[in-house]
């Protein structure tokens, strides 16, 4: 049974930087990809960040462009996301999820198997 447990979020002031963990388990992974998403109160969940555990490559949504970094430690199951020069616009739950599929730049819910239950991250201004 596939697990997904975030963690690393908080609270931190614009600006700042902060770095979310997603610890996978379950099943082998080399061949899925892995999202994050994000929920802001009263707004759909929306894609973040992406990143093929095979070969690394990367997908981003433009508003974290340049200040988000996803990575992954394929020993360990983990997957990271950076985020650096945070604004209050960040402020959302953050979610990560599994899919079998890579999708480009169009990333939508519907297209991962797998969720975390999230980890807040609250900006402050």
């Known amino acids: 049974q596939v697990q997904l447990v975030e963690s690393g979020g908080g609270l931190v002031q614009a600006g700042g930087s902060l770095r979310l963990s997603c610890a996978a388990s379950g099943r082998a992974f080399s061949s899925y990809n892995m999202a994050w998403f994000r929920q802001a109160p009263g707004k759909e969940r929306e894609f973040v960040a992406a990143?093929?555990?095979?070969?690394?490559?990367?997908s981003y949504t433009d508003s974290v462009k340049g200040r988000f970094t996803i990575s992954a430690d394929n020993a360990k199951n983990m997957v990271y996301l950076q985020m650096n020069s945070l604004e209050p616009e960040d402020t959302a739950v953050y979610f990560c999820?599994?899919?079998?599929?890579?999708?480009?730049?169009?990333?939508?819910?519907?297209?991962?198997?797998?969720w975390g239950k999230g980890t807040l991250l609250t900006v402050s201004s």
């Open positions: 999820g599994v899919t079998r599929f890579w999708r480009g730049s169009r990333w939508s819910v519907y297209d991962m198997n797998y």
């Open positions: 990143i093929n555990w095979g070969d690394g490559r990367t």
